[in-house]
């Protein structure tokens, strides 16, 4: 809509053709069921507070959800946003669609506010509000998805240099329960990519030092450090509970151990592993899609031996590497427990960050495969290999 000629200012033949009603008059016809109050503010304005009662349809998305809000053409209707002015400009969006009882809010939610009108907490804290202000943004994730987010239970195997990055996106991104798992040290050799400790933690735990980091980060999440190994006696237990894991462990006995019981228990598992100045990603799911994803002996049946995967500090490894990895194993696992986008399940991509090349392979779940396949066989796990944890 352009700016009349006449000089007059769009909002101001805005409030003249659609007209305004204070906050007092929004909510006094409100509560006797003579209008519904439509609260256009984006999702990240509305997270911490909104008037009470209302409906909710973003500006931005007006058109889009319109449909699914039950909103009647011929229904009275008061829009709200901040200030007054975006209100308005919805108003004339819905002017055109056909809906003909129209007014605006004068002053927005700020006056309705100071005028001390009911408001309600619209799903998150001021304090969640703020700090994922941006997730809120994206019409993928807006509050629903946040709190889906806080409800979540990861594990991440190894705090090394898979586990830094990953641990420190998923809790800045708010998943609300964090287990960590690594029976290593810090160490200084660690320290060039390993970004979640610091020199002053050399000789501390892993587990222990990625826990006071992230608490440092969001000390809304929640996380629990494990200080021991993953291993037959314990695996199960440190999967109790979870939605998701994450494999950052630098061992093969590791990762054959967590791909069969997250198979057995159903969990989808986020793999990756790097070399020198390379790197591969998957999503394992074939627990929860027995037949339709791979696992992780669907990709290497049989294991061997540990000549075959020395870790880091036998090749050495660019300390960019892991971090790109395991910045895309948080991205994966996000997207997961969002239920968004297409994450690599039945596809491993592979990554030259020396060339800076990316390639994608198919992978198919083996028909055959003792862990995840029709019927069961034996599933013989390396012994561990030398090397901690993590990568």
């Known amino acids: 809509m352009d700016i009349p000629p006449d000089g007059t200012s769009l909002l101001e033949r805005l409030r003249h053709e659609i007209g305004e009603i204070t906050p007092a008059q929004a909510a006094a016809e409100c509560a006797a069921g003579r209008r519904v109050l439509v609260d256009v503010r984006e999702d990240a304005e509305r997270a911490a507070m909104a008037p009470e009662p209302s409906v909710h349809l973003p500006r931005s998305v007006l058109e889009l959800r319109l449909a699914a809000s039950g909103l009647a053409r011929g229904q009275p209707l008061a829009l709200i946003c901040s200030g007054g002015s975006r209100s308005l400009l919805a108003a004339a969006t819905l002017r055109a669609l056909g809906y003909t009882d129209l007014r605006s809010v004068a002053g927005g ?209 660019l300390g960019a590497v892991p971090g790109v990895l395991g910045l895309l194993q948080a991205t994966e696992a996000l997207k997961l427990l969002l239920g968004i986008g297409a994450p690599l399940d039945g596809r491993l991509l592979c990554v030259d960050l020396l060339a800076m090349r990316f390639r994608e392979l198919a992978l198919r779940p083996d028909p055959h495969c003792p862990a995840c396949g029709p019927e069961p066989g034996t599933l013989a796990v390396p012994d561990p290999a030398c090397g901690t944890q993590g990568a």
């Open 109 to 317: 939610f700020d006056a309705w506010k100071a005028a001390g009108l009911p408001t309600r907490q619209a799903g998150l804290d001021a304090d969640a509000a703020d700090r994922y202000a941006r997730h809120l943004r994206l019409p993928e994730i807006g509050i629903a998805g946040q709190a889906r987010l806080e409800r979540a239970h990861v594990l991440v195997v190894g705090a090394g240099g898979l586990g830094s990055p990953c641990l420190l996106y998923l809790a800045a991104a708010g998943v609300g329960r964090l287990r960590v798992v690594d029976d290593d040290r810090v160490e200084r050799s660690n320290l060039q990519r390993q970004v979640i400790h610091g020199e002053a933690r050399i000789g501390v735990g892993k587990a222990e030092s990625a826990r006071l980091t992230l608490a440092g980060l969001n000390p809304r999440v929640r996380v629990e450090a494990v200080d021991a190994r993953l291993s037959v006696a314990n695996v199960d237990a440190l999967l109790d509970g979870v939605d998701l894991v994450v494999d950052g462990a630098d061992n093969l006995s590791t990762r054959y151990l967590l791909s069969d019981r997250c198979v057995a228990l159903g969990k989808p598992l986020v793999h990756a592993a790097v070399h020198r100045f390379e790197g591969q990603i998957t999503v394992f799911d074939a627990g929860r899609r027995r037949g339709r994803s791979p696992c992780y002996r669907c990709l290497f049946p049989l294991p061997p031996g540990p000549e075959a995967a020395p870790n880091c500090s036998e090749v050495g490894v």
